[in-house]
């Protein structure tokens, strides 16, 4: 089944303590995305990857990084939370960036607190 | 900048009403244009799309017609049932080097 998966899908954490949610395809998608939505701001990107070892800011990237070394795993990196990061995140991916679908993950709820 | 604006919710309906859900855009260029379902608890899921002007989209009896020339992609079903409760968002894509462009999103709920 053609899926994007992301773990965990709830997680409550201290201020900074490092944490890492990760997002893994099976679609062999090139571009991979995350977002953050909150609400009355709908679905804001975080960052991007167009390929292997290729990434840019998105919209809000200040507090977070990732990584592409592989095709299917686009890990989201929190080096030091704080509560502003609070939030729904999405995982996503899609064949190109242009034109077609886009899968999204269920979803982590984090909570820093 | 590009922009997807869409009408706040939440939009409260009886089941086998009509939806209308307005989605208006601002873009350079030639965008595609996306209409998204969020299930509660789920992540979202592609609902109908449109690649060009004229062009409509239709899934699970919805539909959204690509209008150029209001900058329009209004989303629309006939009759809604319960199952159709949920956060839909309007979205853009106008090229490489740029993300899915979102709307707020649009609470949508039925009740029978």
């Known amino acids: 089944e053609a899926q994007v998966t992301q773990n965990p899908r709830y997680l409550i954490t201290v201020t900074g303590k490092k944490l890492t949610v990760t997002c893994s395809q099976n679609?062999?998608?090139?571009?991979m995305s995350w977002y953050r939505q909150d609400p009355g701001l709908g679905l804001r990107q975080i960052y991007y990857s167009m390929n292997v070892e290729v990434t840019d800011k998105g919209d809000v990237p200040e507090g977070y990084k990732v990584s592409r070394k592989e095709k299917r795993n686009f890990p989201l990196i929190l080096e030091s939370p704080s509560p502003n990061q609070t939030s729904l995140y999405f995982c996503?991916?899609?064949?190109?960036?242009?034109?077609?679908?886009?899968?999204f993950g269920q979803g982590t709820r984090l909570t820093v607190v | 900048g590009d922009s997807v604006t869409q009408m706040e919710g939440p939009v409260t309906l009886s089941e086998e009403a009509f939806l209308t859900i307005n989605c208006t855009y601002t873009a350079t260029g030639y965008p595609s244009l996306f209409w998204y379902v969020q299930y509660p608890g789920e992540g979202l899921q592609l609902l109908l799309k449109a690649t060009k002007a004229d062009d409509k989209g239709s899934n699970k009896g919805f539909e959204a017609t690509y209008r150029k020339e209001t900058t329009s992609f209004h989303l629309e079903k006939g009759s809604v049932q319960v199952s159709d409760s949920a956060v839909y968002f309007c979205a853009l894509s106008v090229g490489a080097g740029t993300a899915l462009i979102f709307g707020k999103g649009t609470t949508l709920s039925v009740s029978s």
């Open positions: 996503a991916s899609s064949f190109s960036q242009v034109n077609t679908e886009a899968f």
């Open positions: 679609m062999n998608h090139e571009y």
